[in-house]
């Protein structure tokens, strides 16, 4: 089971939630593993403190072009959409960062004067916190795009029954690589005019991807209540409401786990846990929520 923890911007405390749920998950007796998908600033190590077993490269292919076949036609630079490939009079020049892969520069050559060279753009480290299995993924600093990652660290994590997948803020393309085909995600929002607009885009985009959605509501006693309102208007279950507490904070900054700086916080995650387990068993996510008693 694949469960993404994701959110409409940065800060939310999405991070948090997905490090301690999975600490919790293995108190459980779960065999449970933390993927770090958000491989421009991962930084859930930072609270897992884990031991790095392995370290692999990310490698993606890029065009290069043998000027001594080439005859100058362009035909490759017209078929690129992302235009990786342009001509500067009769000299081509290659942008590798702007590169998907697609290969169809290769495929319309007509000298066959483009041939592929893999470029590392990332690595990805495996292993291990505790009980918690461990994955993440870094991005080379300098390019552009972080989806061949992602997809990467989801294919090296620890193949176990659960996966709790930190994913990227936002709604672009490496928050899609990190949350597609998962079995349910869980928004972690704020109860703010900006929590509830980047709520809004969030939705939007898990369901246009067709995943089970549901809320987490951190510094639950701040706002006001259109974020409640809102979920209630479009049926989805907020499952818990975290007050803002200056010890989540404090704790945080020290790079220490929330259930073990504050009390209270253990069980109400744990209960978190085991209603999404049962609501992922059964294939929905009923509605109600719970509020932790910390």
């Given at each position: 089971?694949?469960?993404?923890?994701?959110?409409?911007?940065?800060?939310?405390?999405?991070?948090?939630?997905?490090?301690?749920?999975?600490?919790?998950?293995?108190?459980?007796g779960r065999q449970v593993a933390y993927v770090d998908c958000d491989v421009e600033e991962p930084n859930g190590h930072l609270f897992l403190h884990p031991t790095i077993a392995r370290h692999a490269p990310v490698q993606v292919v890029t065009p290069q072009v043998l000027e001594d076949v080439c005859d100058?036609?362009?035909?490759?630079?017209?078929?690129?959409?992302?235009?990786?490939?342009?001509?500067?009079?009769?000299?081509?020049?290659?942008?590798?960062?702007?590169?998907?892969?697609?290969?169809?520069?290769?495929?319309a050559c007509p000298k066959h004067a483009i041939v592929e060279r893999p470029r590392e753009v990332g690595v990805v480290e495996t292993g291990s916190s505790g009980a918690v299995g461990f994955a993440q993924g870094r991005l080379t600093i300098g390019e552009a795009k972080s989806p061949p990652v992602v997809r990467a660290v989801r294919s090296a994590a620890p193949r176990v029954?659960?996966?709790?997948?930190?994913?990227?803020?936002?709604?672009?393309?490496?928050?899609?690589?990190?949350?597609?085909?998962?079995?349910?995600?869980?928004?972690?929002?704020?109860?703010?005019?900006?929590?509830?607009?980047?709520?809004?885009?969030?939705?939007?985009?898990?369901?246009?991807?067709?995943?089970?959605?549901?809320?987490?509501?951190?510094?639950?006693?701040?706002?006001?209540?259109?974020?409640?309102?809102?979920?209630?208007?479009?049926?989805?279950?907020?499952?818990?409401r975290i007050p803002d507490d200056r010890r989540v904070a404090e704790a945080y900054s020290r790079?220490?786990?929330?259930?073990?700086?504050?009390?209270?916080?253990?069980?109400?995650l744990r209960g978190l846990w085991e209603r999404i387990e049962e609501q992922v068993a059964?294939?929905?996510?009923?509605?109600g929520s719970q509020h932790a008693n910390v």
């Open positions: 089971m694949r469960i993404a923890i994701a959110s409409g911007k940065g800060g939310t405390g999405k991070t948090t939630l997905a490090t301690n749920l999975a600490v919790v998950a293995a108190e459980l100058g036609c362009g035909q490759c630079a017209r078929v690129c959409l992302f235009s990786a490939l342009v001509w500067l009079g009769q000299k081509p020049l290659v942008f590798p960062e702007l590169c998907h892969g697609c290969a169809a520069c290769v495929l029954d659960w996966q709790i997948i930190d994913a990227p803020p936002g709604t672009s393309c490496p928050v899609v690589a990190a949350v597609r085909h998962c079995d349910l995600v869980i928004l972690v929002t704020e109860p703010t005019p900006f929590g509830l607009h980047d709520l809004r885009l969030a939705v939007a985009t898990m369901r246009r991807l067709g995943v089970p959605i549901a809320v987490v509501i951190n510094r639950a006693d701040v706002g006001d209540d259109r974020v409640d309102r809102y979920c209630a208007e479009e049926a989805i279950p907020v499952l818990l790079g220490e786990l929330m259930v073990t700086a504050v009390p209270g916080m253990r069980a109400a059964n294939g929905t996510v009923a509605g």
